[in-house]
């Protein structure tokens, strides 16, 4: 009797643990397509988002919030005061940054990912491109909803805002005539400029991933939510990079990094030939 007993138990937990891979699995399948060719409408084969862009009531979802943060960000879309799309969005414009925060907000009020997948769904339509990526990587690595998804680095998202034009131009070449290729990107500044022997540190895609990937897990706006440490990991965060970059810049033959003047010329600008 005892056996039996404990082999149903076994057999519960099982399914709990199969159900559980599922939603996370689901979860992630959602996410991964919401950011899947964000410049272009979403694709009918990704029916169930495809319908919440086209149908759904936003004002429906299950919110804490009363439904502040979605009748706020309807009301804006609706007076035609959000950034278009198409056009470049930069978090240090305080009334782009304002935008995405909003959809953040959004998401983050959600109850259940049935709502937050419908409402970022909806909201990727009709919001400006990079508003909705900034908004949804923040959301997701905040939400207790999407805890176990992982989101794909930026620069398979957006790998216009990591690599120059040249090779984006080689990219859709070898795309349009399905030949394989290996494109190697030369650095942005001239050899003749000293500044260029640490490029491979500046340019380098994978530390400025990291780099904007960390200001997603703390922003600078960030307020209402509670985030231990917040302050003295943001200073030890980028006193490493500091540090790291002065050593390499010693390595090379150069004084270490000079402080920023702005009243001041800049001796040698940065050209990042987007």
Known sequence: MMKGIAIFVAVLGLMAVNASAESCAEKQQAVNRLLNKVTEPIRSYFTDLKEAADS???????CNDGHAAVNTLLQEIEDGRVLGQKKIFSLFNDRQREEAIMLVN??????????????????????????FVYALYVAVSHSDLTKSVILPPLYEITPHMFCNTEVINKAISAKMTQ???????????????PEQRVAYFGE?????????????????????????????????AH???SARFDAERLSNHLNPVD???????????????T
């Open 56 to 62: 759904w009531d936003p004002k429906s979802s299950k």
């Open 106 to 131: 959004v998401l983050m009020a959600c109850e259940d990912f049935e709502s937050f997948k419908n409402n970022a769904a909806y909201f990727r339509e009709r919001m400006n491109e990079g508003e």
């Open 259 to 273: 402080e920023l003047y702005w009243t001041k010329p800049i001796a040698e600008g940065f050209a990042p030939h």
């Open 239 to 241: 006193h490493q990079l």
């Open 179 to 193: 030949t394989p290729g290996k494109f190697r990107m030369s650095f942005t500044g001239s050899k003749k400029n």
């Open 204 to 236: 380098d895609i994978g530390m400025n991933s990291h780099h904007v990937h960390w200001h997603m897990d703390f922003p600078f706006w960030w307020n209402g939510y509670q985030m231990d440490r917040k302050g003295e990991l943001f200073f030890w």
